[in-house]
């Protein structure tokens, strides 16, 4: 029957049931100035004060920005490895410039948000992060500038690529 859980009458299964001695808290309960629950005298406010961090930060404004800004961007970062698969063949099949600096940028950019999920995961301390994000920075524009130097003063990442596997 479906009122019946292991055995149990349905009147069993719906009265409240006193929990075992075993499941009690071994902490003790302190009670407010009323000796009521402990979050009535002050957990109102430390309630709202919850709810305000969850819906956005301090300010309470609800997070549907920062939400809508981190969707659009693992939506990015999507499409750039989708691109990515897309561009490979079109570099062995068309080489050329464009082909070049569409995979300087994507490459560029994907590497760059990879890198930055690992500061984020495993920098921790304001100044760490900080430091850390200025090099990421750094190595995400020195690795730019040096694809766009290889694409115009040598001969490209396709083409480069090419003659590596003709070795």
């Known amino acids: 029957m479906r009122g019946e859980e292991g055995g149990r009458s349905s009147a069993a299964a719906s009265s409240p049931a006193q929990p075992s001695p075993a499941r009690k808290s071994r902490l003790p309960r302190r009670a407010s100035a009323s000796g009521r629950c402990p979050c009535a005298a002050g957990g109102k406010m430390a309630a709202a004060g ?3 961090l969850w819906l ?11 939400s809508k800004a ?3 961007h693992w939506t990015s970062e999507r499409a750039v490895s989708i691109l990515l698969l897309g561009l490979l063949p079109a570099a062995y099949l068309y080489p050329g410039a464009a082909v070049d600096y569409s995979l300087a ?4 950019l994907h590497g760059h948000w990879g890198l930055g999920q690992l500061v984020t995961d495993y920098v921790h301390g304001k100044s760490s992060i900080k430091l850390a994000n200025a090099g990421l920075y750094l190595l995400s524009a020195v690795t ?8 115009y003063h040598d001969v490209g990442i396709c083409r480069a ?3 590596l ?3």
């Open 70 to 72: 981190a969707s659009l």
């Open 161 to 163: 690529v090419a003659m």
């Open 165 to 167: 596997w003709s070795l």
């Open 50 to 52: 919850a709810l305000r």
């Open 105 to 108: 940028a994507t490459l560029t």
């Open 56 to 66: 956005g930060g301090p300010g309470g404004r609800p997070s549907s920005a920062g």
């Open 144 to 151: 730019f500038a040096g694809l766009c130097y290889f694409n």
